[in-house]
């Protein structure tokens, strides 16, 4: 079955750049959505279909995807960011959904 | 659209458990119901999905045969059903929205605790 690997966490100090990857074999070929999940609540997409944004999500979210990477990208980042950010793609050939391990995210 | 599910449930090991998911606004029947399982601690996992208009469900492999999903278009609330729960099965099940089957999860429930302990 299809597998994506996050790094198990990443760190960025205040009003920088974070940046979470999400591999995947030939994971350009599909459409990549990226949930953010804060300590006891639900998850919530911050990304879909690669780089949309829905509405409310700060443009500081965007991301990309091409080869065997997908990028969920955070710029100017703030306290309110620390999370858990999980990709999760439509694994045609079995029809089923597939989510990355996550990758907490820490603001220094 | 807001989907509110059952309360905290603590089961035995072999029992089983049904989860509700109460939608409220947008189109019930048109939807896809997705639920979705994280252990204390750990990621997301997809277990599989209904859409009320046809009464179709599909189920990740990992959960075929133990888990049942439905949905009663009339009161727009959809059910997730678990047998054979094991002790190391505790977690939060939630429910989720989308467009379609290969649609982003746009709108989730706030998730429901199953214990499971002897």
């Known amino acids: 079955s299809y597998m994506l690997t996050q790094p198990p966490s990443v760190s960025v100090a205040p009003g920088k750049t974070a940046t979470i990857t999400c591999g995947g074999d030939?994971?350009?070929?599909?459409?990549v959505h990226w949930n953010q999940q804060k300590p006891g609540q639900a998850p919530v997409v911050v990304i879909f279909?690669?780089?949309a944004r829905p509405s409310g999500i700060p443009e500081r979210f965007s991301g990309s995807n091409s080869g065997n990477t997908a990028t969920l990208t955070i710029s100017r980042v703030a306290a309110g960011d620390e999370a858990d950010y999980y990709c999760?793609?439509?694994?045609?050939?079995?029809?089923?959904?597939?989510f990355g391990g996550g990758t907490k995210l820490t603001v220094l | 659209v807001q989907l509110v599910q059952s309360g905290a449930e603590v089961k035995k090991p072999g029992s089983s458990v049904k989860v509700s998911c109460k939608t409220s606004?947008?189109?019930?029947?048109?939807?896809?119901i997705n639920w979705v399982r994280q252990a204390p601690g750990q990621g997301l996992e997809w277990m599989g999905e209904?859409?009320?208009?046809?009464?179709?469900?599909k189920y990740a492999q990992k959960f075929q045969g133990r888990v049942t999903l439905t949905a009663d278009k009339s009161t727009n609330t959809a059910y997730m059903e678990l047998t054979s729960l094991r002790s190391d099965e505790t977690a939060v099940f939630f429910c989720?929205?989308?467009?379609?089957?290969?649609?982003?999860?746009?709108?989730w429930g706030q998730g429901t605790l199953v214990t499971v302990s002897s």
């Open positions: 279909y690669d780089s």
């Open positions: 209904f859409i009320p208009i046809f009464g179709t469900a």
């Open positions: 606004g947008g189109n019930f029947s048109t939807s896809v």
């Open positions: 030939n994971i350009g070929d599909k459409s």
């Open positions: 989720t929205t989308a467009r379609s089957v290969v649609d982003p999860f746009d709108v």
């Open positions: 999760q793609v439509w694994d045609s050939g079995v029809d089923h959904w597939v």
